[in-house]
Every structure is written in C-alpha cells, then in structure tokens.
C-alpha cells in the first residue's frame, strides 16, 4: 500500500472523482452539446482568432482582408499563422475562422503540418472523445484548385469534419474557393458576409444563431484567465474510453463466443487483418499477434514541456517516460462504455497463438520509442527530454485488454523491471486465479465498474455465466496481495453512482 495515498478514502475519492468527471461528461454530454455551444455564458471571453494554413500567401492575404473587415465592423479579432498556432490551446478558443489551402496529395502546407496532425490524432484518440472543442465554434473557407479533382480543398474539408468530430459548433458553412477556374473574391466575399452575418446575430441556414452581444468578441475585453468550461472538460484518464454508445443500443447481454478451450498457445491469431487495420488507424502499434504500444497524449504533453497525466502528480511518474502498452488486446467483457464496441477480440480463456514475452517488451520498447522520435522537431520538445523519453521508466500495461489473459504475464513483468521499467496494471476483475499468481507490481488496479450484480451485468456485459462470484474472488484476492492495490472507479450518472453501502461493501473485501 502506497503511504502518501494509503488513506482509503482519499484514494477512492481522488479515483472516484477523475473518472466520475470523465464519464459524466463524455456521456452525457455528447446528447447536450449542440444545445449548449448554442448558448454561450459571459464567461467566454476569448478574443476569436483568424488562422491561416498558407505557403505561398494567397491564403494569407485572404484571412488578413477578413480581419480588416471585421475590424471595420468593431469586431478585433487575432490574425494567426496556424504555424505559429498552439493547436493545445484549441480547447480555450470560442470562435476559430480558418483560412487553408491544400498543397500536394491533399496535404496542408508544411509549415502547418503540426497542426492538422494534432487534429487528426486528436479525432483517433478514444481518449480524447468527442467533446474536446465543443466550446469552440468555428468557420473554414478552403483556397485550392478544382483541378485537383477529389482533393480539391482536402485540407479544409478535413478541418471541418475533424473539428466537429471533436465537439467544435460550424457556425458559418464551408466556403471554397477555386485559385484557378473559380472566382475566388467573389466566392471568398460571400462566405465574409456569412461570418460578419454570423457575428451580427443573424441567424444562418445551418440555423446557427451567433451575437455580438454574447461576450465571445468583445474586442475590448479579452479574459486571460480559464473559463469554468474548460475546468469542467477535464477528460482522460489513461485508458478510459471516450465514446459512450447509447444505452439502448447496448442493454443486450454479451455473448460469449464459446470457444474458450483453455489452449496456452492456440493456432488462431489474435488480432485479424480487420481489426489490426481498425487498431492501426487509431495510431495503436500491433506488436506480433495479440500486444499494443500507442504513444499517449500526456507522453506528448510532457515532452512539449506541458503537463503529465495524474500519475505525474500522484507518484511522481514523468509522463515523457512512460509507455501505455497491452499484451493482450482481447478481454473477457463487453462493456457498454468500451471505445472498441463490437470489434475487440473477446475469450474467456487464453485460446491464440502466443508470442514470446521477451519480443513483446523488446518491441515495445523500440515501437515506443520509434513514436517519441517523430517528436523530434515539434514546438517545445528538448533534446533533453526527447532523449529521456527514448528510455521509458514506467509502463502502464492498462491500454486496452486484459492484460493479465497473458499466460506469460509474469515474465513480461519481470522483463519490464529488469529493465528498471515500473509497472502499473489494470484488470478488469474476472480471473480471480489469474490475480493470486500475479508477480508483484509495482501498482496492482482491479477495475470496480459496479457496486451491485445487476448493474455489473449492464455495464460490463461479462461473457462468464459466474461473473459476479469472479468478481468477488478478484477483490478477495487484491485484499491478500502484499503490495500496493488500488481499486479504479469508473462512475457513469445513471449508470453506477447509486449504490453507496453497496460500494462500501466492495471496499471492505477488497481493501486497497
Ligand atoms: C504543387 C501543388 C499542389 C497542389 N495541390 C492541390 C490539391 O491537392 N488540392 C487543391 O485544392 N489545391 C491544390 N493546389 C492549389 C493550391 O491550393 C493553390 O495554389 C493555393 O492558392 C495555394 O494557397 P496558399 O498560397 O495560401 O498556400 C496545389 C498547388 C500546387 C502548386
Ligand atoms: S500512466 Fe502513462 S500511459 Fe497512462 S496516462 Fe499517464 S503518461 Fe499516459
């Protein structure tokens, strides 16, 4: 047991309230977020930014005549080259128009690169969710050539989806211009009159009404401090996920696939082609058959300079060391809240081809290391931390998974520390043997998704008939390891926040 956070309560309140706050939001949220980027608080004050994605200025030019427009209608805003941009600071904007041209294959310029990757990545990463700009409201002409067919204003086009996706209102549509056969001025003028429209509280065809009343433009007063808003996005924890599928689309219980044979090392991979792609996409690095590596976003956060995850703050752990990587990406539930839904390999035995464990820290390692590389060159990654990063200190073994259906979890454990790497693991509490012949960690989490039987059924969809007795053999077992245990709460309103002796109860088998 840790001796700064043994305190039963504190750990269980700081757990409760990270993950409490995550959910809440991701869930219920996502249903409320049209209404309420509709309807902006005093409290959003922020200056609105014009950004540009130029190389040879023609976009440029456009964004800076957009600003004098605006100026002209009382309206200051901040002309910013997207190069220069901080896209972290996305997230505090409340109004975001963007001028941004296309260049080869589709590309934006290369001097914006970093920021349409942040975007892009910020789409994939399940742990981000879909609520990440939902107080920014935003606007994008494109400025390309229709003679690029398909990719005529790729980049634009792409800014605009991947901003909605994560949450961000379209206030005025997109508007595109043509370099070549096109009327670029007149189209460009069109779309100002859109946005000047916009800020002048008219109410648009998308049936977005803005206000130069709201506070969002006040070009006197521009607030440096955060918005509560913001304080009330906190999202992510490690491997939360990040897209909550509507209840009734998941109330079925889970089946289970019933070929568990129990074989250490069965003849079927893991992971299929299909959902290798699917995994690939989402930047997961596929070690062998059936392990992950991904780089996380408090990794990146920290070799920028920025922030670490909680476990920066709880333990001390620099995030620019740590490495998020499973060596099983299947698992024994379907929970409703699982980014994966439908798609993740599920077993309630280990029944896959087997890789060597030794190969799988060995490849996670450099795969770890191959992603902080292409860090190199991004705004406020040091060498010095940069080269820290390349020899992980920690790895949180909690990605995605079970990690502990490995039969050779052990020794996967062993090698980490032998390489003075520490280990925190997340289980989600159905192999209670499992649990007892776990090797010391140096944290050892048991996911607690539920207080009661009833609820652990809806939430966790288990594919073991006796999933409630495995449940509480696994809290049993935590309560007889000698070492640090913790108990992670993962608390959905309406789903799991009732039930408090019931929890208490759970508490008291398990001890953490
Ligand atoms: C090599 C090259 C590739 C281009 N590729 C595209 C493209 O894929 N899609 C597109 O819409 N426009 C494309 N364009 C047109 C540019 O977007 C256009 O020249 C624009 O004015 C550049 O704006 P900027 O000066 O703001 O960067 C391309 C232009 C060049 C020279
Ligand atoms: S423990 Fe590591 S992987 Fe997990 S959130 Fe923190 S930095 Fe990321």
């Not at 504190?10 to 757990?15: K, S």
């Not at 060596?327 to 839904?341: D, I, M, T, Y």
């Not at 790895?395 to 062993?414: F, H, K, Q, R």
Request: proline fraction near 4%; include cysteine.
């Amino acid at each position: 047991m840790p001796s700064a956070l043994s305190s039963f309560p504190a750990r269980v309140t700081l757990l409760a309230l990270f993950s409490a706050t995550t959910f809440y939001f991701l869930y219920k949220s996502r249903r409320l977020r049209h209404l309420k980027t509709l309807t902006l608080s005093s409290k959003h004050t922020t200056r609105g930014k014009i950004l540009f994605v130029s190389q040879t200025g023609t976009s440029e030019n456009l964004a800076q005549r957009l600003h004098n427009l605006l100026a002209s209608n009382g309206v200051v805003f901040d002309l910013v080259d997207a190069q220069s941009y901080e896209p972290e600071d996305l997230p505090k904007e409340t109004l975001v128009l963007i001028v941004a041209s296309t260049w080869e294959d589709g590309n934006p310029p290369s001097g914006a690169r970093f920021f349409a990757t942040w975007l892009a990545e910020s789409v994939k990463d399940f742990r981000v969710g879909a609520l990440l700009l939902k107080g920014c409201r935003f606007g994008v002409f494109g400025v390309g050539s229709r003679a690029y067919g398909e990719r005529f204003n790729a980049v634009a086009k792409g800014f605009v989806k991947q901003i909605r996706d994560l949450g961000g209102s379209e206030v005025v549509p997109l508007g595109e211009g043509d370099v070549d056969g096109g009327e670029l001025d007149l189209d460009f003028e069109k779309w100002c009159e859109k946005v000047v429209g916009f800020l002048k509280g008219k109410v648009l065809e998308n049936g977005v009404n803005g206000n130069l009343e709201c506070g969002v433009y006040d070009s006197e007063e521009e607030s440096e401090g955060e918005s509560d808003l913001e304080e009330e996005e906190i999202v992510d924890l490690e491997d939360i996920a990040g897209k909550v599928p509507p209840r009734k689309k998941t109330a079925a219980a889970a089946e289970s696939n019933g070929n568990g044979n129990g074989k250490v090392n069965g003849q079927r991979e893991m992971v299929t082609p299909v959902i290798r792609a699917n995994l690939e996409k989402q930047g997961y690095k596929i070690i062998g058959s059936h392990s992950g590596v991904k780089i996380c976003r408090w990794t990146k956060s920290q070799l920028r300079g920025r922030g670490g995850c909680y476990k920066h703050s709880f333990y001390g752990i620099e995030s620019h060391r740590c490495m998020e990587a499973t060596p099983s990406l299947a698992c024994a539930n379907k929970c409703v809240f699982c980014w994966r839904h439908h798609t993740n390999p599920v077993g309630k035995s280990w029944q896959w081809k087997m890789d060597d464990p030794i190969e799988i820290v060995n490849s996670a390692i450099e795969m770890h290391s191959n992603m902080i590389k292409q860090m190199k060159g991004v705004p406020g990654v040091t060498l010095e931390r940069l080269n820290e990063g390349l020899t992980p200190r920690h790895c949180a073994l909690s990605l995605v998974g079970e990690p502990i259906m490995y039969p050779e979890i052990n020794t996967l454990v062993d090698e980490l520390h032998k390489r003075r790497i520490s280990t925190f693991l997340v289980t989600n509490a159905q192999f209670p043997d499992k649990i007892k012949s776990m090797k010391p960690l140096t944290q050892l989490y048991v996911s607690v998704d539920a207080a009661t039987k009833d609820s652990l059924k809806a939430i966790d969809r288990p594919l073991f008939g006796d999933f409630w007795e495995r449940f509480i053999d696994s809290l049993t077992a935590l309560k007889e390891k000698h070492q640090r245990t913790v108990y992670r709460l993962t608390l959905v309103k309406g789903w799991n926040t009732e039930d408090v002796d019931a929890y208490y109860k759970l508490f008291s088998i398990g001890e953490p």
